[in-house]
């Protein structure tokens, strides 16, 4: 029990003050026997290695470490032999006609994996590696069934830099290469070290920006142009009368070449600055929906918990990637939170329903909104390293799906869908603007995970609940006799009127993602 425990505080604490992200580049988290080995620059090398696993993964995963150091009575027995399960080997040889790696060749025989590292030392210099010492070479040769995966852990030194108590907090990665052939015949160790040592089999290229991003990119940029080229035509040819949807229109346009520009420089950044983005975003969408939202003085310590504490927090989590956290952190967490806070000043004048909006409001604003960055932390078999150009593709299907609603409902539009909750929305419309972005979102499929008729399925899902969740908020602010949650973006509205329709179409994204329909269905 006291073993569990310790386990999941160190593998918590390290998942926290590192936000370890594992990125399976080359091979999959697969219960398959093997042998893990990784760059060496830090003590806490093999710990965040061995935590970064999956938990029924980590089960027959066992670190390889000095006898000398872990075998000493203490704390440090305890840790290495109860809680991470190691297999400690004796670096000084004091026994002489015993085989130094013995004790890893009867882990291997047992069926367990191994976490190795084979420079035999601390790299502390500005070379990313040090030569390999013999052990893995001759583990490989006397195992040539077990798989052999490289491992490139990426910041750590910088965190607990050697002499250092205090560590930083910085973010670090572990990308997990292809699994290694096996030994050729009877391959020389030198030959064979200068295979696998090369930086490229560890250290990835960075796969935020890749060529279909650029690309993508470069089309948006040109439908943008054309469309511009269109408003102006429109103006001129208007003269100097005032035109709404024509001046509409081209507020439209230009306040989309802004947004466009912003999200590109956070794809730039890759996924760090796509979640910085998406916190910015729903800071400015809580932010306008409080401020239509009547609340009374003793509300104050829940607002201050709303903006300073659940929202930096989820998207703090988001960063680190921990699921079982962020995914049920406001849902269940500041639901129960909340409601306390705002009790403590001792108003209960209306006290069911001001909890009940600050609830509301944190659930809309901040978390079906992070939802969108969450794609960021699926494992998509066969798509690893490209889940922004699945965000790309969300963001694009529901954004032209307005859009198209918009231009189809003012060149058709007839009858309307809900007069008394948005006049602007019509059958002729809705049904024409889905149709079209369910065709664009299905013909971009090469961007995504799916095949062209699942894409489609979820092109047209994403557009129906993206306007159901249009419709919520217009209900919204006609309760608080507004027309829109704010100006802040030209010719849209508030952040709120763009951001809603992202309430529920990720998740059904996340959920398929998430339970490998990709992978079992594009076979098919």
């Not at 001129?236 to 999200?263: F, K």
């Not at 939170?337 to 909890?355: K, V």
């Not at 060149?411 to 049904?431: R, Y």
Request: hydrophobic content about 50%.
């Amino acid at each position: 029990m006291l073993a569990a425990l310790t386990a999941f505080a160190i593998t918590s604490a390290a998942r926290l003050l590192t936000g370890a992200r594992a990125l399976w580049l080359g091979s999959t988290a697969q219960a398959t026997q093997r042998l893990y080995y990784a760059n060496h620059s830090s003590h806490g090398d093999f710990v965040l290695l061995w935590a970064s696993l999956p938990p029924e993964l980590r089960k027959r995963t066992r670190p390889v470490a000095g006898a000398d150091y872990w075998q000493k009575p203490g704390v440090r027995s305890f840790l290495i032999n109860k809680v991470f399960n190691g297999v400690l080997v004796d670096r000084e040889r004091k026994e002489e006609g015993v085989n130094p790696l013995q004790a890893m060749l009867d882990a291997l025989d047992g069926g367990d994996s191994l976490i190795i590292f084979p420079e035999g030392t601390r790299n502390l210099g500005d070379e990313p590696l040090l030569p390999f010492k013999s052990g893995l070479y001759h583990l490989a040769q006397a195992r040539p069934d077990v798989e052999l995966v490289p491992v490139w852990i990426a910041n750590l030194n910088r965190v607990m830099p050697k002499g250092r108590a205090l560590p930083l907090p910085l973010l670090c990665t572990l990308s997990f290469g292809a699994a290694l052939e096996p030994i050729e015949g009877r391959a020389k160790m030198p030959s064979w070290n200068a295979r696998v040592m090369p930086c490229w089999h560890w250290h990835p290229r960075r796969p935020e920006m890749d060529n279909n991003t650029l690309l993508l990119f470069a089309g948006i940029g040109a439908l943008l142009l054309l469309a511009s080229l269109v408003g102006f035509v429109l103006k001129r040819r208007s003269g100097d009368q005032p035109n709404p949807v024509i001046d509409n229109l081209n507020a439209r346009i230009n306040a989309w070449w802004v947004m466009v520009l912003v999200i590109g420089i956070a794809f730039l950044f890759g996924n760090i600055g796509v979640v910085v983005l998406f916190y910015f975003v729903s800071f400015y969408a809580l932010r306008e929906f409080m401020t239509l939202t009547p609340t009374r003085r003793s509300d104050y310590p829940a607002l201050v918990a709303a903006f300073y504490f659940a929202l930096p927090m989820q998207y703090l989590l988001i960063a680190l990637g921990w699921y079982g956290l962020f995914a049920i952190f406001i849902p269940v967490y500041l639901f129960l939170l909340l409601p306390i806070l705002a009790s403590l000043g001792g108003d209960t004048t209306r006290y069911l329903e001001r909890a009940a909006k600050v609830q509301w409001g944190l659930m809309i604003a901040v978390y079906c909104i992070s939802s969108v960055p969450a794609l960021l932390t699926l494992d998509i078999p066969g798509y690893e390293g490209r889940n922004l150009l699945l965000i790309a593709w969300l963001i694009i299907v529901v954004q032209l799906s307005d859009v198209l609603q918009y231009v189809c409902g003012k060149l058709a539009g007839k009858h309307k869908i809900a007069p008394n909750l948005s006049p602007s929305k019509t059958v002729e419309g809705f049904v024409g603007g889905v149709a079209l972005a369910t065709l664009i979102g299905a013909m971009l499929c090469w961007i995504t995970p799916f095949a062209f008729w699942q894409a489609a399925l979820f092109a047209l899902l994403v557009c129906i609940l993206g306007f159901a969740g249009g419709l919520v908020m217009s209900a919204i602010k006609r309760d608080r006799g507004v027309k829109d949650w704010g100006h802040m973006i030209e010719g849209h509205g508030g952040m709120l009127d763009r951001s809603i329709r992202y309430v529920s179409p990720h998740r059904c994204s996340s959920i398929w993602c998430a339970t490998g329909g990709p992978d079992r269905t594009r076979a098919m």
